[in-house]
């Protein structure tokens, strides 16, 4: 089963930049990284959880919320079977667990409810 773990996140001030990182391990025989999509989704204390961007398997294709378009990139290394969210010009609104997720997806969603595998999630603090 797959298994995924966040890393990069802390505390940050306002205008500063973080770089998410989710690496997959626990690959089936046949399926590999390439064969998911990968979603960054976050939550806020008292606010449901929330999609950030995705990315498709070849990584050709990108969604980005409203809310950190210009702001927030998303990127695949499938060779090392590793996502990444790269987060500029951060601001306390972004401060959440930030959560990586997997999901055999065609376009890639911002949808929670299709993706099957979950990161156990890593904090984003953005602070003066």
């Known amino acids: 089963q797959l298994q995924l773990v966040e890393s990069g996140g802390g505390l940050v001030q306002p205008g500063g930049s973080l770089r998410l990182s989710c690496v997959a391990s626990?690959?089936?025989?046949?399926?590999?990284?390439?064969?998911?999509?990968i979603g960054w989704f976050r939550q806020a204390p008292g606010k449901e959880r929330e999609g950030v961007s995705c990315?498709?398997?070849?990584?050709?294709?990108?969604f980005y919320a409203d809310s950190v378009k210009g702001r927030f990139t998303i990127s695949r290394d499938n060779a090392k079977n590793t996502v990444y969210l790269q987060m500029n010009s951060l601001k306390p609104e972004d401060t959440a667990v930030y959560y990586c997720?997997?999901?055999?997806?065609?376009?890639?969603?911002?949808?929670?409810?299709?993706?099957?595998?979950w990161g156990q999630g890593t904090q984003v603090t953005v602070s003066s």
């Open positions: 997720a997997a999901g055999r997806i065609g376009l890639g969603s911002l949808r929670r409810y299709d993706y099957d595998y």
């Open positions: 626990g690959f089936t025989l046949d399926y590999y990284l390439d064969y998911y999509s």
């Open positions: 990315i498709n398997s070849s990584g050709a294709t990108t």
